[in-house]
């Protein structure tokens, strides 16, 4: 980050502007800001022969809902501040989007591509353990689940660790979410995050004098997208409003620069080629830029930061020239440069709506673990049968044969990932929705309105409960 604030103050002064409009008592802004708690570990594993000692952390920023939710970060980048900023956008994400948990996040610093794959189970169970034995980990009270540097691999680690250590508890698949299908993890979660951030832009475009006011026009088919980062969040984004709004992926940056194509580039074979090489660099057809952040100043219709925080800061800000970034990271614009593109007119769909996909579909795995059943098991064949019925009703009394195609989606009945993509669509399109009357209630702008969404939720809670 190239600005003064840390990435917890500039969280924090973000959060201030919404709390100012709604006028809330110093006493009262202090709690709801202030992280519950923050445990650090330093834990030492024996790799390679030599004892390597490791860090980590997990904060929790909420406890006014049960379980606090959110990921664990692998990455040298990790730090205390930025386990704490994002725990703190956990708590707002998830009242934003009425997911009933606070918020949490937790971090180790490593570089996963230093060790190998034992190597990293091994130091997982470990990190787990002392998450476990220090309260940081249950299905009741505090629920991990990927984030950068993690995946299903290390979600069933953990889950295991805690499995052995508490056979008896009934509950324990729920300790963890984000994890593999065949182990309690429920369809459509690995790109969840990515399917959230089309549903909100899908919804955003669903509103023509919103849309008008960043000067762009119509719907999502041809527009020019720029994607910062390739990982979990950015791909399925990319791939998905690709093949199915009919976007131009323009640009992609990574790592090792950007590639570009004004004809929009082939998402799931630069992904490939990515994973063999390691960076975009030699990507065929494209254009390849080694100056990535050049790229993020591009000329394009929708700017979709989806690696880390900071990359949009009081240095480039006044640069962008996307009018509409929709922050599929967290944290990727910083406070001072929230201040300069409001100036200029740039809207913004921030961070805590915008990613909020991945913790909505962990809301649901975590429910399917509780209630120990796949979602439309029982109803499934019913549903399917009821259209059958109702398709040949219709054919008896009109005495005329029901179009084929019409019957096929009459006589289905929902598998379990059109539910979770049912009920996702549904929570981005409601959190949306509130954040829009709240930005037209105070005539501000969507980021403030969104804390404020969420600031009454939370407050509403902590004043019920009697908590502060
Ligand atoms: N790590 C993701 C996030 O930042 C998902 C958190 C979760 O599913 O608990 O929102």
Known sequence: MRDNLSFRDSVDRMVDRALALLEVEDGMAQAIKACNTVLTVTFPVRIRGRIEVFTGWRATHSIHRLPSKGGIRYATTVNQDEVEALAALMTYKCAIVNVPFGGSKGGLYIDPAKYSREEMEIITRRFARELIRKGFLSPATNVPAPDMGTGQREMAWILDTYKHLYPEDINYAACVTGKPVNHGGIQGRVEATGRGVQYAL?????????????????????????????????????????????????????????????????????????????????????????????????????????????????????????????????????????????????????????????????????????????????????????????????????????????????????????????????????GFQEILEVSREFDTDYRTAAFVVAIRKVMRSYLDMGVY
Request: proline share 5%.
């Open 202 to 430: 899908r919804e955003f475009f669903r509103h023509p004098e919103e849309v008008a006011k960043t000067g762009l026009e119509g719907g999502l088919e041809g527009k020019r997208v720029v994607v910062q980062g390739l990982g979990n969040v950015g791909y399925h984004a990319a791939r998905l409003l690709a093949a199915e709004d009919g976007v131009r992926i323009v640009a992609v940056i990574e790592r090792d620069g950007a590639v570009i194509d004004p004809a929009g580039l082939d998402i799931p074979a630069l992904r490939q080629h990515l994973s063999e090489r390691g960076g975009v660099k030699g990507f065929p057809g494209a254009r390849y830029e080694p100056d990535g952040a050049a790229v993020l100043e591009m000329d394009c219709d929708i700017l979709i930061p989806a690696a880390l925080e900071g990359v949009i800061h009081a240095g480039n800000a006044a640069r962008i020239r996307a009018p509409l970034i929709a922050e599929a990271a967290n944290g990727p614009v910083t406070a001072e440069a929230d201040v300069i593109l409001r100036e200029r007119g740039i809207t913004m769909l921030p961070d805590a709506f915008v990613n909020a996909g991945g913790v909505i579909v962990s809301y649901f795995e975590w429910i399917r673990n509780l209630s120990h059943i796949r979602f439309g098991r029982m109803e499934r064949r019913f549903d399917e049968l009821r259209g059958r019925h109702i398709v040949d009703a219709i054919e008896r009394m009109t005495e005329a044969p029901f179009p084929d195609h019409l019957r096929s989606e009459l006589v289905y009945g929902a598998t379990e990932l059109d539910l979770v993509n049912s009920g996702l669509d549904d929570s981005m399109r409601q």
